[in-house]
């Protein structure tokens, strides 16, 4: 699998309570044409899925589940869910663990930013990474 740094979500980053990927993915200003009065609209939801490629990079320790979802904003600050996976056991939570995180972004969805989202159920994880970018095409052999 092929990753762009500018695509990478989270890289071995450490997942001790719910909290938001550690990079954001900016897909820039709309601008206006050259002899328009208004910029350009924006749908990022338009097309086809997005492959994510999401895993766990070290054993997570004492939590119950973790779940990831799919986070957009038109300003980086107010954040709107707008997929999630199921709830991953902490039994399944063993290095190289691939998370199936729906990677459909519905049509007519205005935003600029994109990120991911943990969150932690039961109690904080005293051990746990999490590796995420978006990708061409998900590598799902095991």
Same mark, same amino acid.
């Given at each position: 699998?092929?990753?762009d740094t500018s695509l990478v979500l989270s890289d071995a980053q450490g997942i001790t309570a719910s909290a938001a990927s550690a990079n954001v993915i900016d897909l820039g200003p709309t601008g206006t044409p050259f002899g328009a009065n208004a910029t350009l609209g924006r749908?990022?939801?338009r097309g086809r899925d997005i492959d994510l490629a999401v895993s766990v990079r070290q054993t997570f320790a004492t939590l119950t589940s973790l779940t990831v979802a799919v986070q957009t904003s038109p300003d980086n600050a107010t954040w709107t869910?707008?997929?999630s996976? &199921? &709830?991953v056991p902490? &039994?399944?939570l063993v290095a190289g663990y691939q998370f199936k995180v729906p990677g459909e972004i519905p049509e007519g969805?205005? &935003?600029?930013?994109?990120?991911l989202y943990y969150t932690v159920a039961g109690s904080a994880a005293t051990a746990?990474?999490?590796s995420a970018a978006v990708v061409a095409s998900r590598q799902t052999n095991l």
């Open positions: 699998m092929i990753l749908d990022i939801g869910t707008i997929a996976g &199921a &709830a902490l &039994a399944s969805t205005n &935003a600029r930013y994109l990120r746990g990474q999490i």
